[in-house]
């Protein structure tokens, strides 16, 4: 999520944090940027959630365009 999209941001966080099923769901990642970036942004969201899956770093349309 872009860093401007704060609102969207926090509504996630906090609907994460207070969901009792957490541990079991799975976060998938798709963003435009170099893999240490990803890991960085995958360390982040890993201790909200059970697990956390960096599904592409090209960006969102190059992810759509890959999966036809």
């Known amino acids: ?9 926090s ?11 957490r541990d079991k769901l799975k976060l998938k990642i798709i963003t435009k940027c170099k ?3 990803a890991d960085k942004i995958m360390s982040q969201y890993k201790y909200l959630v059970g697990k ?3 599904e592409g770093i090209d ?5 759509i365009s890959a999966k036809k």
């Open 11 to 21: 509504l996630l966080i906090s609907n994460l944090i207070y969901n009792k099923k």
């Open 35 to 37: 893999k240490a970036e």
């Open 52 to 54: 956390v899956i960096i």
């Open 1 to 9: 999520m872009p860093a401007y999209d704060f609102d969207f941001k």
């Open 59 to 63: 960006g969102f349309y190059n992810y």
